[in-house]
């Protein structure tokens, strides 16, 4: 709901300064009259083609925002996590307003066969000294037109595409954002520099291109890096499938982190930075010899990458940490009852919110409530994490009931079965596959006692 907001806050924004500057005529109605027709629909292609031109670099504007991972973001969107999700939106937003921007340009030629070329409007004075760059901002606009499509297209089919080549694809698009920063500001046409759409546009534009200058420095997240080493590797089971516990000591400088929170990590110089939930509640695993903390990742084997990780990683071998980020703390509204749901390796944030509640551990910021926690498994029997997961909820203050759903045994969680014993208004936190998030939302879309918190780890 947060992204659907933010998108159309940010849609109507733009198209209300918009309107301010160039409210639209009757006349854009051409089968009102007839006689009309012809100036009446080239000013609707005007209208149509300058609306979705501002859209479209709109979002992409902020689309280069959002790629700063700016920590500020995080309370109004509910998440680093959403703050990527609305990123993602937000670039198919630019591609899609882009089509129609396209469209409405193309649309010239059928609109001259059925009514001419009378009532053409001419061109519109652009800003001075930018008159003779209309022709290379048209073509480089089209290029870019072209190439931001298929890199959208790219980055939506992500299981097509290992993760390099996403990301070698993926950097490219500041250089893409200011090309098309270019053909907005030569085309824009004077009367839009007036306010409000003016200063608005203007600054898009300018902290548009910043971000994107800041993206290609290789400078997003630098101010939270830190430079550690790994400590311990772990391989937790047998078969390829079985995750690995990489334990990580981290500098003075490390701020410390929330139950639940998480954090870019870079094993090696060539990968970039992959999301891994941090897996321990602060200070739960204490200092190194060293007395630097300690804290712990539990990677399952997804990718081509990660499936390497139990057999590249060695104590002692360096690693950069960026965070930490997130907002999956497990905590509710007052009269509410909490239910965590996990799903395979989604039980690491709830591995880290079972820890702060250990006997022991250090005092939470919040107030901490009992919670049931359902953990969704595909063999109870063997799973590595299961036994490890007993002894904290047993141990758990305020207590956490423990129910496991193991599919071999045909166990498998239904939305109603959250609802069983538990009166009263719900506060959901989930992390886990897919099918299961979706399934969870379109139960709780018509319930008004549900709240569901949805971590997500879909970057990309």
Excluded: N
Aim: glycine share 12%; hydrophobic share 45%.
């Amino acid at each position: 709901m947060r992204i659907k907001m933010a998108m159309g806050i940010w849609l109507l924004g733009i198209t209300l300064a918009w309107l301010a500057v160039a409210p639209l005529d009757p006349g854009v109605l051409p089968l009102v009259d007839p006689q009309g027709a012809a100036a009446g629909g080239w000013l609707l292609r005007r209208h149509v083609l300058y609306l979705s031109g501002l859209w479209s670099i709109g979002l992409m504007s902020l689309t280069m925002l959002l790629a700063l991972r700016l920590p500020w973001l995080e309370r109004p969107l509910g998440g680093m996590d959403q703050v990527y999700r609305l990123h993602k939106w937000a670039g198919v937003g630019a591609a899609l307003t882009a089509l129609l921007h396209w469209g409405a340009k193309e649309s010239s030629g059928w609109i001259k066969a059925l009514w001419g070329t009378v009532g053409r409007p001419g061109r519109d004075a652009v800003l001075p000294g930018l008159a003779g760059f209309r022709d290379a901002a048209k073509d480089l606009g089209e290029w870019a037109f072209y190439l931001l499509l298929a890199m959208v297209a790219i980055a939506l089919l992500t299981r097509l595409l290992s993760y390099k080549p996403w990301r070698f694809l993926h950097r490219a698009m500041p250089l893409l954002f200011l090309a098309l920063a270019f053909h907005t500001v030569a085309l824009m046409p004077m009367g839009f520099w007036a306010l409000p759409l003016g200063a608005l546009m203007g600054a898009l534009l300018a902290l548009g291109s910043a971000a994107a200058l800041w993206s290609l420095a290789g400078w997003v997240g630098r101010a939270r890096r830190h430079a550690g080493r790994i400590h311990a590797v772990h391989v937790l089971g047998d078969g390829p499938q079985a995750p690995v516990e990489v334990i990580c000591a981290l500098p003075a400088s490390w701020p410390g982190h929330r139950p639940g929170q998480f954090a870019f990590v870079r094993f090696h110089r060539g990968e970039g930075a992959h999301p891994f939930t941090i897996a321990s509640a602060p200070g739960s695993l204490g200092t190194d010899e060293r007395g630097e903390p300690l804290l712990r990742l539990v990677i399952k084997p997804l990718g081509d990458y990660t499936r390497s990780l139990g057999q590249r990683l060695r104590a002692g071998q360096q690693v950069d940490i960026e965070g930490p980020y997130g907002r999956f703390d497990g905590q509710g509204g007052h009269g509410r009852r909490q239910v965590w749901v996990a799903g395979g390796v989604g039980v690491t944030p709830f591995l880290s919110l079972l820890e702060s509640r250990q006997p022991g551990a250090q005092p939470p910021r919040m107030r901490q409530q009992p919670a049931h926690m359902h953990y969704c498994t595909r063999d109870a029997a063997a799973d590595p994490l299961l036994p490890r997961l007993h002894q904290l909820c047993e141990r758990a203050r305020p207590p956490v009931t423990l129910t496991v759903h193991s599919d071999a045994q045909s166990q498998r969680l239904t939305p109603q079965a959250l609802e069983a014993g538990m009166a009263g208004p719900l506060d959901i936190w989930f992390c886990g596959p897919q099918g299961l998030g979706d399934a969870l939302h379109a139960h709780s879309g018509g319930l008004r006692s549900w709240r569901l918190h949805r971590e997500s780890f879909a970057m990309r």
